[in-house]
């Protein structure tokens, strides 16, 4: 019975965004509603980087591969011609598991090795990956589109509406599957490998073995978001999937909103895909992405705990005063 | 008496310095053992190879009989030894409760991601029983060193292990600190832990340990009880270059 | 067949000497401070397009515009030091991500002031050398007398200068280096400024190797990545022979194979070193 409670309690955050999120179609009009549907994938992208680099520290700057490699496969699978034979055009149902098995695939292959070794291997490893992929999609023109990309790709849903609600529940069936994980002794592994990792092998646990998991899951989160999202755009283009504005994005969104948290990358998507709408017709070209870079940095630099920390902070400020002293679900 | 860990002809070169320097000692089951030898002398090397920290350049350490060569650290874990850091390293953003939970946590994702904090009376009971009672709620920076220490005596003891490698527990600790992990030693032994003590102090062991060995430039000088080794003369001159 | 071999022999002694120039500041920031900076490699770029814009737009002698271009890379990266870094050299996450954000704001700089297109820098050294029957030119010549007097003038500060066996003291073992006296903050400093330097030397003659983009940034620093890893994270001889498998690989690539996949076969020596020998050739 008090299990019962203390589940719904931890639940509550999660059943408000819920409801908000199943109100505002009805209130506001399609063209807000695409907004939000970017943000849900800028959001499924920042907790899939967040699961590998936010909770254990091992900054990935690959996301853009898993993600790209995931929307590339299931985009030239299902492309409806346009490369030479074999003429094979699969149906999504099939073409985009396959993606999200190339994104887990494809990252282990390339990333795992450089995460069995500590230190800064696996962040420059999966850069160094990142460019390299991106020129081979530009290289392999027949089959990828080249620099162009590949167009007119098939649609799972058509209209705002239906696009959103997609989106909308893939993005809170990701966020709770990693919330779960998160929340678990799993979860608490990870944390302690991003502040000790030689103390945690101490302790008898296989830290490469928790990473591996953790990346494994990133990954299917990456391929997940890159295959919904190539569908939803309908196109996937070198310039789109590989621009360093796009791993940018990723990164800042997890740190404005905190690192190490599930409602972090949420609402850091949120806030960096509002954020990038607004001022998209105030500045031109260039001085928007130098204004955005700017402000990404002053973030990083002043408030590297994010939203989530001042909010955590300001919270656990007011219970301590209330109750005199910390509790221990508090500090858990 | 079984042996418990034996270590052969274990050397470790750091580029040109010999660290340790075809070291043999051993363990044997239901004892205090103090590795001793004046600050440099390869002690900690010793506890970090036996751990598995590094890999030796020559040698073999076996544990209950089993080659501990080609296993990794966490193995090594498992099968029973567990260790403390000279300079202690706590979770800095843990409180010690959770930071102990750490070292209760099964090495198996799935048996991890069912069942939510099981062992939290375990870890509260290891806790309470190395003296931190009322501190468990604390975070890192509110504790002094000395319960920092037994922070990382209770992390090792909540692996379950055999035994124990104790990195200068005592040093810097106020004479009533040292007398109350004493007893906490005497205790563990009694419930049938076994430890090995280093420390560069030979008279902080005197009370403590059983048997003793002492090494200088990695290399073993004297072997025998604290009596024994205290009128060594190569102790002695190790240790004032007489 | 004879020719291609030594234009090769040439071509990959020049990039292997720019490589290590860039490899070596990038390596030595890491041996003191245990942070790597992601926006290195954006330095090479910058030192480039300073050294086009005062020799070619406003028309500053060639040694002084080399000086501004060096001083202004030293500069930029002493500043990332002290304005960027140096609060959370304790939180490696954060210096990378910041750095990797500083690396773009060079970038979209370099857009806004110079713009997209590319840019020929004049030779550093006019007219050519007949050497072993191969016509080389002199800038190419050049290039690779400077990158060894910038090399051996770096490996002797480290070895003979009091401040360059400090760095080496912190790169071994930190504690012991505090300890005994050594600053790692002035050290720091020094060290930033250097690879700062370094890497604006490297962009100068990157520029008249090539051409400046503002893409050219990017090769450097992924084969850096590549360098270092191969050769130890921190060791300064395995960065000296690494860049050099590196940068012979890359230039027999691009002679001799597909000009597109320059580049790849470093990143497989990469992966098979990680497996075999994941403290890279020279590392501890």
Redesign the interface.
């Not at chain 3, 939180?91 to 954060?94: A, D, R, S």
């Given at each position: 019975m008090v299990n019962w409670i203390t589940s719904v309690k931890s639940f509550r955050w999660w059943l408000v965004a819920i409801v908000v999120m199943m109100v505002l179609p009805f209130i506001v009009p399609p063209s807000f509603l695409r907004i939000c549907i970017m943000a849900n994938f800028m959001a499924i992208f920042a907790m899939s980087w967040d699961m590998m680099s936010g909770y254990t520290g091992y900054v990935s700057f690959g996301h853009p591969f898993l993600i790209g490699l995931a929307g590339y496969v299931s985009a030239m699978l299902s492309h409806q011609g346009g490369f030479q034979p074999p003429h094979i055009v699969l149906p999504l149902y099939v073409t985009m598991p396959l993606g999200i098995a190339a994104a887990v695939g494809g990252g282990m292959l390339f990333f795992l090795p450089s995460m069995r070794v500590r230190g800064p291997y696996f962040s420059l490893i999966s850069l160094a990956f990142l460019m390299i992929l991106s020129r081979i999609m530009i290289a392999a023109g027949a089959m990828t589109g080249g620099d162009r990309g590949l167009t007119s790709l098939p649609y799972l849903v058509t209209g705002a509406v239906n696009n959103y609600w997609l989106s909308t529940g893939i993005m809170f069936a990701v966020a709770i599957g990693l919330w779960l994980v998160a929340r678990s002794d799993v979860g608490h592994v990870l944390k302690a490998i991003r502040m000790d990792e030689d103390v945690v092998e101490s302790s008898g646990l296989s830290t490469y073995r928790f990473k591996r998991f953790a990346f494994i899951l990133s990954a299917i989160t990456a391929g997940i978001g890159g295959v919904f999202y190539t569908h939803y755009m309908g196109s996937i283009s070198p310039a789109g999937a590989f621009d360093y504005i796009f791993l940018l994005n990723i990164i800042v969104s997890t740190v404005v909103g905190g690192m190490g948290t599930i409602l972090g990358p949420i609402f850091g998507g949120y806030f960096i895909t509002f954020f990038t709408e607004s001022t998209r017709t105030l500045l031109e070209g260039a001085w928007r992405f130098m204004a955005y870079s700017l402000v990404a940095l002053a973030i990083v630099y002043f408030r590297p705990g994010g939203f989530y920390g001042i909010v955590h902070d300001i919270a656990a400020w007011f219970r301590a005063k209330r109750r005199g002293g910390l509790q221990y679900d508090q500090v858990t | 008496m079984t042996r418990l860990l034996e270590v052969k002809g274990l050397t470790k070169r750091f580029g040109g310095v010999v660290a340790v320097n075809d070291l043999n000692f051993h363990v044997d089951d239901g004892e205090i053992l103090g590795l001793m030898g004046p600050n440099g002398a390869g002690k900690t090397t010793a506890f970090n190879l036996i751990m598995g920290d590094y890999k030796p350049d020559a040698g073999q350490i076996s544990f209950k009989g089993q080659d501990l060569g080609p296993l990794q650290t966490y193995e090594r874990v498992k099968l029973g030894i567990a260790r403390t850091y000279q300079i202690p390293r706590p979770y800095h953003d843990l409180p010690v409760i959770e930071d102990l939970r750490i070292s209760t946590v099964p090495d198996s994702i799935t048996r991890c991601l069912r069942g939510k904090k099981r062992n939290i009376e375990e870890v509260e009971q290891i806790g309470i029983g190395v003296g931190l009672k009322d501190r468990l709620m604390k975070y890192p920076h509110e504790l002094s060193l000395g319960d920092l220490r037994r922070v990382e005596l209770a992390k090792s003891i909540a692996t379950d292990p055999k035994l124990i490698m104790l990195d200068e527990i005592f040093a810097g600790l106020t004479v009533h600190e040292i007398n109350e992990l004493t007893e906490l030693l005497m205790e563990k032994k009694k419930a049938g832990l076994v430890f090995i003590v280093v420390s560069h102090d030979l008279k902080a062991l005197a009370a403590v340990i059983d048997r003793a060995v002492v090494i200088q430039f990695g290399h073993l000088i004297a072997e025998g009880t604290y009596e024994e080794i205290a009128h060594d003369k190569k102790v002695k001159k190790a240790y004032f270059g007489m | 067949m004879l020719a291609l071999a030594q234009s090769i022999a040439i071509n990959g002694a020049l990039l292997s000497g720019l490589y290590a120039l860039i490899s070596l500041g990038f390596t030595m920031i890491?041996g003191v401070g245990r942070v790597?900076n992601?926006a290195h490699a954006a330095y090479v770029m910058l030192g480039g397009y300073v050294y086009f814009y005062c020799l070619q737009v406003v028309g500053i002698p060639e040694p002084l515009s080399m000086l501004i271009a060096i001083a202004v890379c030293a500069g930029a990266s002493l500043a990332t030091y002290v304005g960027?870094v140096r609060?959370?050299m304790s939180?490696?996450?954060?210096v990378?991500?910041?750095t990797?954000?500083?690396a773009?704001?060079i970038?979209?700089?370099v857009?806004?002031i110079w713009g997209m297109e590319t840019k020929n820098v004049w030779p550093v050294v006019a007219g050519v050398t007949q050497f072993m029957g191969q016509t080389i030119s002199n800038n190419l010549l050049c290039t690779l007398i400077v990158s060894w007097v910038c090399i051996s003038g770096v490996l002797l500060f480290v070895r003979k200068t009091h401040m360059g066996r400090a760095m080496r003291a912190l790169a071994m073992d930190r504690k012991g280096a505090i300890v005994s006296g050594i600053n790692p903050d002035r050290v720091n400093l020094l060290t930033w400024t250097i690879a700062g330097a370094l890497a604006g030397i490297a962009g100068i003659f990157f520029g008249s190797y090539t051409y400046l983009v503002p893409s050219m940034w990017?090769m450097p620093?992924?084969m850096s990545?590549?360098i270092?890893?191969i050769g130890g994270?921190g060791s300064i001889e395995g960065t000296l022979i690494a860049s050099h498998i590196v940068g012979y690989m890359q230039t027999t690539t691009t002679l001799a194979i597909d000009e597109?996949l320059r580049?790849?076969f470093a990143?497989i020596i990469?992966?098979i070193v990680?497996?075999v020998r994941?403290?890279g050739l020279f590392g501890?």
């Open positions: - | - | 890491y790597l992601l960027l609060r959370y939180n490696p996450t954060i990378f991500v910041s990797f954000i500083l773009l704001v970038n979209y700089l857009v806004l990017h620093m992924v990545f590549a270092v890893i994270l597109r580049g790849v990143l990469m992966i990680l497996v994941p403290k501890k």
